[in-house]
């Protein structure tokens, strides 16, 4: 039917051309055809329609009933009209439960908590009552929002209505304290809870432990969780990540190492974010051997970034043979490798000093996969200069130039710096002249090039003079130079060979 009406008013233009349409083939203009409309536009999220049919309605002279005005309500909210909504409700002549429980939903999804109290004093004065779901709902936006005065008098007027306090409720009320730093009275709750006979869940200990956690409430989240253990509570993915994340975060590596080695007996297998929070621990924690036992020991995770990462964190650990590893593991359980997870796979193989099987694997890239961007042959260029191979680093330069492959500043600057530190200095400063005229612009000069050179301050100094400037120039073609001879001469003479600057003074 949606269709149908879409297709109608495409035709005719407007409800009323509809409408003079079917008046002129024989059928009769009812209060029921508008209200036929109303409901096949609402459906159909054709609000301009709505209003249309709604304003035809009251010129035929049919007075809209509380079902009209209730959708003329849900369409305003839509359309961000909560002032027109609102007003709507006001004025109805009999405005039913679900008027005012339409409104209550939408005004918890704009976290309008004025206008929230306003409309359920409106509605117990009309005689009707919100249902406990309403309610809850009501309930969780003013604990989010930080007002627990006004959510606990929620409560009490769930109480007084003979509903309930379901696990449910007494998590809202918990998370809304721990959030609001009120971590005591949160405590009290769950024991209030417990006395009452309504068993936490695991969300319940989930936001009562990340609160206590991040208050550095160490003791007390540690004495939760094992009432949560000695109440046969079974932990799950969302709390484990959350203590990974949180037992990192305090230095306290060891504690997330654990939770994460320990969900397998828990049956839970990790997530992105779990490996997300693990990365981190072991990058803080320095404890980079414990990478094997990582992917070795667990599921590999079902997304390609986070094997990407793990091939990276492999390399700098200096684990290369296990990212090779991982990298084959990968396609046997048929993942479609994209240009980071060569990249990764280049320089694990680089480091693990397999040159020629690197190459190899370069070559299978670059006939199979024509849409990599610079990031990957730079990657097997520097692979290669940093395992000593710069001759074979050159010459797969030269390729990539010959091919027309996409190469930016940086692969210019890595393959010159691989001349320079070859002593080949003076084809590093025809290359350096072919990436001018390639119109291969260095647009931002740092002080920290993508070699990972780090500048003293004075150069640094110059660095920003030259960048006012808005002199193209290799800074770190000159810093590698000065790091790879200490010679300050061969700086020098090339700024006065390839600059027409004054000369840095020494």
């Not at 992105?272 to 590999?300: D, E, M, N, Q």
Request: aromatic share 10%; charged share 20%; proline share 2%.
């Amino acid at each position: 039917m949606v269709n149908v009406a879409a297709r109608l008013a495409g035709r005719f233009k407007s409800v009323n051309g509809i409408v003079r349409e079917l008046e002129s083939i024989g059928c009769v203009t009812r209060v029921q055809t508008f209200l036929l409309f109303l409901r096949i536009f609402w459906h159909g999220s054709m609000y301009d329609m709505v209003f249309e049919a709604f304003e035809e309605m009251m010129r035929f002279g049919y007075m809209p009933n509380t079902f009209a005005h209730n959708v003329i309500i849900d369409v305003s909210f839509r359309i961000q009209r909560a002032d027109l909504g609102l007003t709507i409700l006001r004025n109805m002549p009999a405005p039913n439960f679900l008027s005012f429980n339409i409104a209550l939903c939408n005004l918890c999804k704009l976290n309008d908590l004025n206008s929230i109290g306003v409309v359920i004093r409106s509605m117990m004065k009309t005689g009707y009552y919100p249902n406990v779901e309403t309610l809850v709902m009501v309930l969780n936006c003013f604990s989010k929002k930080g007002r627990m005065a006004q959510a606990f008098q929620l409560v009490g007027l769930m109480v007084s209505l003979g509903n309930q306090v379901s696990v449910v409720v007494w998590s809202i009320l918990i998370d809304g304290l721990c959030k609001r730093g009120r971590h005591v009275l949160a405590i009290y709750l769950l024991e209030k809870m417990i006395d009452t006979g309504c068993s936490p869940n695991v969300v319940t200990y989930t936001s009562l432990v990340k609160g206590l956690m991040e208050s550095e409430m160490i003791n007390d989240a540690l004495r939760i969780l094992n009432l949560m253990e000695s109440r046969g509570c079974e932990v799950d993915l969302v709390l484990c990540n959350m203590l990974i994340d949180c037992f990192s975060k305090i230095g306290r590596y060891d504690e997330a190492l654990g939770v994460f080695f320990g969900l397998r007996k828990h049956n839970i297998y990790p997530d992105s974010y779990t490996y997300s929070s693990l990365f981190s621990t072991l990058r803080l924690s320095g404890k980079f051997h414990l990478l094997p036992k990582v992917a070795g020991g667990s599921v590999i995770p079902a997304d390609l970034v986070v094997c990407n990462s793990l091939i990276s964190y492999f390399c700098k650990a200096g684990l290369a043979t296990h990212a090779v590893k991982f990298y084959d593991s990968m396609l046997e359980k048929g993942f479609t490798p994209d240009k980071y997870t060569f990249a990764g796979l280049l320089n694990a193989l680089c480091r693990a000093k397999i040159i020629d099987e690197a190459i190899k694997v370069y070559h299978g890239i670059t006939m199979n996969h024509f849409d990599l961007d610079a990031h990957v042959h730079t990657m097997i260029i520097g692979g290669l200069i940093k395992a000593g191979k710069h001759h074979r680093a050159i010459h797969l330069f030269r390729e990539a130039v010959t091919a027309k492959y996409p190469l930016d500043v940086v692969s210019y600057t890595v393959a010159i710096h691989g001349l320079v530190t070859g002593s080949r200095v003076e084809e590093a400063y025809n290359l350096y002249n072919q990436m001018k005229e390639g119109l291969y612009w260095i647009l931002e000069l740092v002080s920290e090039g993508p070699l990972g050179y780090s500048c003293c301050s004075w150069l640094n100094a110059e660095i920003h003079v030259l960048k006012k400037s808005y002199i193209v120039l290799a800074v770190d073609i000159g810093i590698s130079m000065l790091l790879s001879w200490r010679r300050w001469s061969i700086l020098k003479g090339l700024m006065q060979f390839s600059w027409d600057v004054p000369l840095i003074s020494f």
